[in-house]
């Protein structure tokens, strides 16, 4: 998969009360949520990304609640993918089982401006900078989390074992 | 080489005779956790899924606790969906009405968790009952699903950090405090990923309401499990509720740590968690003068019945500053039976205090106790990141039950030894 698109920098510690404030948790409804997408972060998010967009974030991006809405508002704003340095490992888990792409990278963040364009190829496992041509390696994802991807997502992959054993 | 008590109870539920930290396992699922936030995800993902029946209906437990009693349309609307799931599926453990009590103080009380077990939850701090000795760690509602559907959910074995705690907790120093000290030294990453193992002597002298405690943030650190290993007060707690077999664990003499954290918890004072992270701790002496308008005892932190008794020891004959709402959540309707009984309440009502019913309510912003741009507020729960409690200009302080008490009554941050 090849992601192309502006990043736009958080820091450290980026909770899940920022990503989506729980004064919006009484609705699951995507759009609804996209709406609100790091409203406590930056409350102008929404306003300046464009869609395909990729998010920067620092370490333990995620932290805090399981709250799955938290992804949803982030695929939901048309944000292509997250890039941290790492993650909070209820975020990193519900992003693969819903299909959101998140990448780590502990190089790119000291590396780039806000606004600035990068190249995403998750297959090479390189970030590309577009203005300087500068690569920076992805850390290699696990082959289960891989078919997790590749399948679309938890329930999707789970349908899949479960057909591919009715026809054993 | 041996293995640690989050390895042994993973690898029983693998079904695998042997185990390391890194490996990917599916393992089954004794107890599976959703609330009125997260379980209308997980629903909607099992009826698309072609769910059908659930794999076992006394293995799930729904708890409508967060926005309860309804607090708009809008949560109205997603506890009816978890109530009509529940009951066309017949869920054993539905919870809601006057039945309701926050989750993680609930699901022990009843028994419906227990030692040995492996318990996932939408909801990060399912971590609690690692307390019991259980491998319990929060995940996301699709996880729910999935597990809804299939008994099974996707894990990698953690590694374990052992922390050692000796010495006596001075007066009016508890688990609260320990847990707060232990995030403040590693940081809000500084688990990440792993398990982090309690034991030594200050622990196995330690009551369940403070190993709940303790357990409860362990998330809080970054960790994907806390776990005491179930000692003589855990089968205690556990033997007028257990209503199943369960099965006990403890570590290797051999078992393999990355770290391991010797803290002698005679040297600590009350702690207090400064906005906006829980890991911005300091002593209670270092804490200067924090005015505040709210303070809130309650959660699935410290909403028990040990912690309420512990701040009507402080409020007894005293009043909550004119200028401080102080709102008082306790836990589940036992813990409020038992208030009531035990005249906890009527202190409390003296002191000027709001009781809510049981319920998250201001814990997470929700509803009941809201802040205003600019308001600070102590409160004995667990978060206090940007927005946590209401206003994203307002604060949050993170402390125990004795210490939120205290502050309540001088209307400022302030250690009971002060009144
Ligand atoms: S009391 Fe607070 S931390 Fe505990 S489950 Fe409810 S919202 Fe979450």
Known sequence: ?168 | MGNTITEKILMAHAGLKKIQPGDLINAKVDIALGNDVTAPIAINEFIKAGGGKVFNKNKIALVLDHFTPNKDINSAQQCKKVREFALKQKITHFYEGGNVGVEHALLPEKGIVLPGDLIIGADSHTCTYGALGAFATGVGSTDLAAAMMTGEIWLKVPQSIKFIIYGKLRKWVSGKDLILNIIGRIGVDGALYQAMEFTGETISRMPMADRFSMANMAIEAGAKNGIFAADAVTKEYVKARAKRDYKTYSSDADAVYTDIIEINAAKIEPQVAFPHLPSNVKGISKAGKVRIDQSLIGSCTNGRIEDLRIAARILKNRKAASHVRLIVVPATPEIYRQSLKEGLLDIFMKAGAIISPPSCGACLGGHLGILAEGEKAVATTNRNFVGRMGHPKSEVYLASPAVAAASAVLGRIASPEEL
């Open chain 1, 1 to 168: 998969m090849i992601f192309k698109g502006k990043v736009w920098k958080f820091g450290d510690n980026i909770d899940t009360d920022a990503i989506i404030p729980a004064r919006y948790l009484t609705t699951s409804d995507p759009q609804e949520l996209a709406a609100y997408c790091m409203e406590d972060a930056d409350p102008d998010f929404v306003k300046k990304m464009t869609k395909g967009d990729i998010i920067l974030g620092g370490e333990n991006f995620g932290c805090g609640s399981s709250r799955e809405h938290a992804p949803i508002s982030i695929k939901a704003a048309g944000v292509s993918c997250v890039i941290a340095k790492s993650f909070a490992r209820i975020f990193y888990r519900n992003a693969f089982n819903m299909g959101l792409p998140i990448f780590e990278s502990k190089e790119l963040f000291d590396a780039i401006q806000e606004g600035k364009e990068i190249t995403v190829d998750s297959s090479r496992g390189t970030i590309t900078i577009t203005e300087s041509d500068k690569i920076f390696k992805i850390d290699s994802i696990p082959p289960f989390m891989e078919e997790l991807i590749a399948d679309g997502g938890l329930m999707k992959h789970i349908a899949r074992k479960r057909e591919k054993n009715h026809g054993k």
